[in-house]
């Protein structure tokens, strides 16, 4: 049964950084790629950065500089560190394996990022 566990949320002001962490399981973690999307209130997931099984990368025009995503596949695990937080990215985080327009698994429970004064 795959699982996806994000954690490393929480209320960070503007400017401010954070780290999330997201524990894969029940999937061999090493030969996918790995996303970390964004659900804002009333809004869809977006995929904000990509870390292929190879390592490339990709993000979302508007986190670019500012969001670093990375692996550890000997831990199943992947990393966003955010920096320079704006209320923009006042969000539910949620890791998953992209898949075109949608995302492989089910979604876990995100963690959310509030960024707010």
């Known amino acids: 049964q795959v699982q996806l566990v994000e954690s490393g949320g929480g209320l960070v002001q503007p400017g401010g950084s954070l780290r999330l962490s997201c524990v894969a399981s029940?999937?061999?973690?090493?030969?996918?790629?790995m996303g970390w999307y964004r659900q804002a209130p009333g809004k869809q997931h977006e995929l904000v950065a990509t870390?292929?099984?190879?390592?490339?990368?990709s993000y979302e025009h508007s986190v670019k500089g500012r969001f670093t995503i990375s692996r550890d596949d000997a831990k199943n695990t992947v990393y966003l560190q955010m920096s320079n937080l704006t209320v923009e990215d006042t969000a539910v985080y949620y890791c998953n394996v992209p898949a075109g327009i949608n995302a492989l698994w089910r979604w876990g429970r995100g963690t959310p990022v509030t960024v707010s004064s």
């Open positions: 029940g999937f061999t973690f090493n030969q996918y790629d």
């Open positions: 870390i292929r099984e190879g390592g490339s990368i």
